[in-house]
């Protein structure tokens, strides 16, 4: 059985993605980005934990997180043409509207994701 979608801003990913909204998240297969210990191998994940940043909108390197090669790199990039994904949006709306009111629209549209 699937988990319900909630508005949660603490299911807010490192990269802007919503979690709440994962199949691997609602099939209780992964505690989400924030909880998920064995993601050691994201870089976003490290930079954000390393400097105490909830997301890559809290950055103070870039104002703009396409401009961060840990965030904008060939796999990301992959994956954003592949499931027509835009996390920087994520990232811009986070930073414009804040944490609660993005998790609120995107758990209302049953988002993991902008899409392009």
């Given at each position: 059985m699937e988990?319900?979608?909630v508005n949660d801003?603490?299911?807010i990913a490192y990269c802007g993605l919503f979690c709440a909204e994962c199949r691997g998240y609602k099939k209780g297969t992964c505690a989400g980005c924030q909880k998920n210990e064995k993601a050691t191998w994201c870089k976003v994940r490290t930079c954000c934990m390393n400097n105490?940043?909830?997301s890559c909108a809290d950055c103070k390197e870039f104002s703009n997180a396409m401009d961060c090669r840990k965030y904008n790199n060939f796999i990301s990039k992959a994956f954003g043409f592949i499931f027509r994904s835009d996390?920087?949006?994520c990232i811009a709306m986070i930073k414009e509207k804040g944490y609660e009111n993005f998790a609120a629209y995107?758990?209302?549209n049953k988002l993991?994701?902008?899409k392009r």
């Open positions: 988990k319900e979608i801003a603490n299911l105490n940043y909830k996390r920087g949006a995107m758990a209302e993991q994701s902008m």
